[in-house]
């Protein structure tokens, strides 16, 4: 814990003073993915989010067990349980990249899959205003689906676009890597790359874009967790719904 606490303190206080000076600070929200059930993992994320009072979006396959998902978030200040793909299954065609829509889908069958996911997460009382769309991969025609159903999409790296249809705001710090097998990315990569962002964004007069924490909780080794406990302990998120 100390050395990642050290490391934030080497790698971000320049830039944050530089915002400061400004009297500006940054922009962060959480998202964490592939929520499907309760569990110790799931159950110390909520432990983080409740200790340093960080909103946090959490991203559920609705072939999960979603009213236990509710539940256990419901003593957890502002967790939000965004749709997070249909089943979370690959049907990408060989050679293309991973994704569950495709070229040979139509609009009426994806807008039928997404009409599914919504209702599951409203037979747990839920009503969803964010979809994770798995791998990354949002498809011009789940695109079209999400816009006919009011519904943003969050996705990797790219600047919020509240204009845009649908509306979309990314994550864009992941404190994972996953080739060839899922590990921590490493605090110096992780820290590097948010300075970057934090300077793009002051350089760029940028002072209220976004930047998204994301992580993978069912996927979190022990370093993982220990830096994202440093982390926000030295960078509280917001709600995504604010923005």
């Known amino acids: 814990m100390l050395l990642y606490r050290t490391l934030i303190s080497v790698l971000l206080d320049s830039e944050l003073g530089r915002w400061s000076a400004r009297g500006k600070a940054p922009v962060f929200w959480w998202r964490d993915d592939d929520a499907r059930r309760p569990g110790p993992a799931l159950n110390r994320l909520l432990r983080l989010s409740e200790r340093f009072e960080a909103p946090l979006t959490l991203a559920v396959v609705p072939d ?28 990408a065609p060989e050679g293309l990249p991973s994704g569950e829509v495709h070229d040979g889908d139509s609009l009426d069958e994806v807008t039928a899959e997404l009409t599914a ?15 994770v769309p798995p791998w990354n991969n949002a498809h011009p025609t789940l695109n079209a689906a999400l816009a006919h159903h009011g519904l943003a999409v969050s996705r990797y790296g790219q600047a919020r676009a509240p204009e845009a249809s649908p509306p979309r705001v990314d994550a864009h710090l992941d404190l994972m890597r996953w080739k060839p097998t899922a590990r921590f990315r490493g605090g110096v990569r992780v ?42 302990s030295r960078i509280t998120p917001v709600s995504r719904r604010g923005f």
């Open 191 to 232: 820290l590097l790359r948010a300075r970057r962002l934090l300077a793009e964004r002051r350089l760029g007069g940028q002072w209220d874009q976004p930047i998204g924490l994301l992580t993978h909780h069912l996927d979190h080794d022990e370093p993982t967790w220990t830096f994202l406990e440093a982390f926000l």
């Open 64 to 91: 999960g067990d979603i009213a236990a998902l509710v539940a256990a978030c419901a003593t957890t200040p502002d967790v939000e349980l965004a749709i997070h793909g249909f089943r979370h299954e690959n049907r």
């Open 117 to 131: 996911a919504i209702a599951a997460f409203a037979q747990a009382g839920l009503k969803p205003e964010l979809f």
